[in-house]
Nanobody, 122 residues
């Protein structure tokens, strides 16, 4: 079994910063990619940023220039540094891993964190 545990959410003023963390534990084999998504009230879940096992990053236009995704592969952890936060960044943020269930990489599965609330408000 695999668990993803997120931390780092909270309340921040506009223009402030937060750093989200998501650590995977359990039976971990091959990690293909890691990422962050968010869901605001009344809206669909949307991609924020992803990073592949080779370090290739992809950002939503709303995140470019303000957010940075990074990893600590030794700790199976992904981070999201969020700067210059805006009220429209308010949402529940979910981490997402794509991982195999064996060392052969025969099949990959999606794993989601429980979500962490980020509120940007004065």
């Amino acid at each position: 079994q695999v668990q993803l545990v997120e931390s780092g959410g909270g309340l921040v003023q506009p223009g402030g910063s937060l750093r989200l963390s998501c650590a995977a534990s359990g039976r971990i084999f091959i990690i293909n990619s890691m990422g962050w998504y968010r869901q605001a009230p009344g809206k669909q879940r949307e991609l924020v940023a992803t990073i592949s096992s080779r370090g290739t990053t992809n950002y939503a236009d709303t995140a470019k220039g303000r957010f940075t995704i990074s990893t600590d592969n030794a700790k199976n952890t992904v981070y999201l540094q969020m700067n210059s936060l805006k009220p429209e960044d308010t949402a529940v943020y979910y981490c997402h891993f794509v991982m195999s269930n064996d060392w052969y990489g025969s099949r990959f599965y999606d794993y989601w964190g429980q979500g962490t609330q980020v509120t940007v408000s004065s």
